[in-house]
């Protein structure tokens, strides 16, 4: 509560709430848009969230050198605006009859460059902004509004959907990124200045970063478990409206009411994170939810219309709710461990692990969808995301209560 009543928290918060919401509302209308108004198919709509998240491979590690030099500010405030204007040109071109599947994707692959950004930038932000036990607190307090926009989000693009065309929630979405640009604009607190050695080439800088994260073990065993979740995640992810719509039958607002169950878990995790990291420790609690998530997914495989959609609204809820428990405990872990100064690079170098499997699993999804069915290719994707579960019970966080001390000297053991 001390820090809702910092008021730069606040501007900071609310805005990125509010695009959350808008995001969340383009998770549903962007795939029923392409498969009701263009008549896409599975591999198609794979390949909206595949470009969305190719840029982290394509300027991933040279977007964290970059931002590691600059104020972050700036660089959020740039993509909020640039965002803004790309999904709102999406209405703009469907109202005149002269929107493609190629128009979108490459909305999605240009909004995707600005998340890079973005989300580098807000990582190192954070710290900047706040001292290294505060981190749980701002990270729990995110991930619950966005976790709770993920449940208006969803259920309010279906409702957009079924009334007045899915073009209509991108209006939404556009206009989210508009307030949150407005709520950063609004900050008056300066970010605290980060030591950082002589500048050094680009290339050199990015060689730095990814040396630090060779040499750390912990970092690399969630690397590695990031990669493949998110590989599996995304690969049904991808198609999840489809098998909703084509496989299981239910209708345009259904989707949405559905995919709004992963969103009550996720606020639930968000405001127990603080007290399971006190109550067990940060490293057991991390290992539990990690291994928990991927084997909740493993109800998603049986859902079927009737009663049997009870299967997806539990498996998408348990998935959200260990998933965003254990991205509070791990992202409040790396912006505490890793030195200011190398933070947008070693995230940069993680990220281009973690999220370069994004498009290899959405294609992944869709070709299996295509040759084998939506309800195999769900079911192979959630198995593969279960067994991730074994790379963190096994690795180097085995046997720990608390998380190791970083660059900060202080462990992830209490929360303010």
Same mark, same amino acid.
């Given at each position: 509560?001390?820090?809702?009543?910092?008021?730069?928290? /606040?501007?900071?918060?609310?805005?990125?709430?509010?695009?959350?919401?808008?995001?969340?509302?383009?998770?549903?209308?962007?795939?029923?848009?392409?498969?009701?108004?263009?008549?896409?198919?599975?591999?198609?709509? #794979?390949?909206?969230?595949?470009? +969305?998240?190719?840029?982290?491979?394509?300027?991933?590690?040279? !977007?964290?050198?970059? *931002?590691?030099?600059?104020?972050?500010?700036?660089?959020?405030?740039?993509?909020?605006?640039?965002?803004?204007?790309?999904?709102?040109?999406?209405?703009?071109?469907?109202?005149?009859?002269?929107?493609?599947?190629?128009?979108?994707?490459?909305?999605?692959?240009?909004? /995707?460059?600005?998340?890079?950004?973005?989300?580098?930038?807000?990582?190192?932000? $954070?710290?900047?902004?706040?001292?290294?036990?505060?981190?749980?607190? !701002?990270?729990?307090?995110?991930?619950?509004?966005? #976790?709770?926009?993920?449940?208006? =989000?969803? +259920?309010?693009?279906?409702?957009?959907?079924? %009334?007045?065309? +899915?073009?209509?929630?991108?209006?939404?979405?556009?206009?989210?990124?508009?307030?949150?640009?407005?709520?950063?604009?609004?900050?008056?607190?300066?970010?605290?200045?980060?030591?950082?050695?002589?500048?050094?080439?680009?290339?050199?800088?990015?060689?730095?970063?990814?040396?630090?994260?060779?040499?750390?073990?912990?970092?690399?065993?969630?690397?590695?478990?990031?990669? *493949?979740?998110?590989?599996?995640?995304?690969?049904?992810?991808?198609?999840?409206?489809?098998?909703?719509?084509?496989?299981?039958?239910?209708?345009?607002?259904?989707?949405?009411?559905?995919?709004?169950?992963?969103?009550?878990?996720?606020?639930?995790?968000?405001?127990?994170?603080?007290?399971?990291?006190?109550?067990?420790? +940060?490293?057991?609690?991390?290992?539990?939810?990690?291994?928990?998530?991927?084997? #909740? #997914?493993?109800?998603?495989?049986?859902?079927? %219309?009737?009663?049997?959609?009870?299967?997806?609204?539990? =498996?998408?809820? $348990?998935?959200?709710?260990?998933?965003?428990?254990?991205?509070?405990?791990?992202?409040?872990?790396?912006?505490?461990?890793?030195?200011?100064?190398?933070? /947008?690079?070693?995230?940069?170098?993680?990220?281009?692990?973690?999220? /370069?499997?994004?498009?290899?699993?959405?294609?992944?999804?869709?070709?299996?969808?295509?040759?084998?069915?939506?309800?195999?290719?769900?079911?192979?994707?959630?198995?593969?995301?279960?067994?991730?579960? $074994?790379?963190?019970?096994?690795?180097?966080?085995? =046997?720990?209560?608390?998380?190791?001390?970083?660059?900060?000297?202080?462990?992830?053991?209490?929360?303010?």
């Amino acid at each position: 509560m001390s820090l809702l009543a910092d008021h730069d928290f /606040g501007k900071l918060w609310g805005g990125l709430t509010v695009s959350k919401l808008g995001s969340a509302v383009a998770t549903v209308v962007t795939p029923l848009l392409a498969v009701q108004v263009l008549d896409a198919d599975a591999l198609t709509v #794979s390949l909206l969230t595949a470009a +969305a998240w190719l840029p982290w491979l394509l300027i991933g590690l040279p !977007a964290g050198a970059w *931002v590691d030099r600059v104020a972050k500010r700036p660089v959020m405030l740039a993509c909020d605006a640039i965002s803004a204007l790309l999904v709102a040109s999406v209405p703009l071109t469907a109202w005149l009859g002269r929107l493609t599947v190629a128009h979108l994707l490459i909305v999605a692959l240009l909004t /995707g460059v600005a998340a890079v950004f973005f989300e580098i930038a807000y990582t190192g932000y $954070l710290p900047a902004m706040f001292e290294p036990d505060r981190l749980i607190q !701002a990270n729990a307090l995110a991930n619950g509004s966005a #976790s709770a926009a993920q449940i208006a =989000g969803p +259920a309010l693009g279906g409702a957009l959907a079924a %009334a007045a065309g +899915a073009v209509t929630g991108l209006i939404i979405d556009a206009a989210s990124f508009a307030v949150s640009f407005l709520g950063l604009l609004a900050i008056r607190r300066p970010e605290q200045p980060v030591a950082r050695p002589e500048r050094q080439s680009i290339a050199r800088e990015i060689r730095a970063g990814l040396r630090w994260l060779g040499r750390d073990r912990y970092l690399r065993n969630l690397m590695t478990h990031g990669a *493949v979740s998110n590989l599996a995640l995304n690969g049904y992810g991808a198609i999840i409206v489809v098998f909703l719509v084509r496989e299981v039958g239910v209708g345009t607002g259904t989707v949405g009411l559905l995919l709004s169950a992963s969103g009550l878990g996720g606020v639930a995790a968000a405001s127990a994170v603080p007290f399971l990291v006190r109550r067990f420790g +940060a490293a057991r609690a991390l290992r539990t939810v990690k291994a928990a998530a991927g084997f #909740s #997914s493993l109800l998603i495989p049986f859902t079927t %219309a009737g009663a049997g959609l009870a299967a997806f609204a539990a =498996g998408t809820a $348990l998935v959200a709710a260990f998933v965003v428990a254990g991205n509070v405990i791990a992202g409040s872990f790396r912006q505490s461990y890793v030195p200011a100064e190398l933070l /947008g690079r070693v995230l940069t170098a993680m990220q281009f692990v973690n999220f /370069g499997t994004i498009p290899v699993g959405a294609v992944l999804g869709g070709v299996l969808a295509t040759a084998y069915g939506n309800r195999v290719a769900v079911a192979v994707m959630t198995v593969t995301y279960a067994s991730a579960g $074994l790379i963190i019970l096994l690795g180097p966080f085995r =046997g720990l209560r608390d998380l190791p001390a970083g660059s900060s000297g202080k462990a992830l053991l209490t929360v303010q």
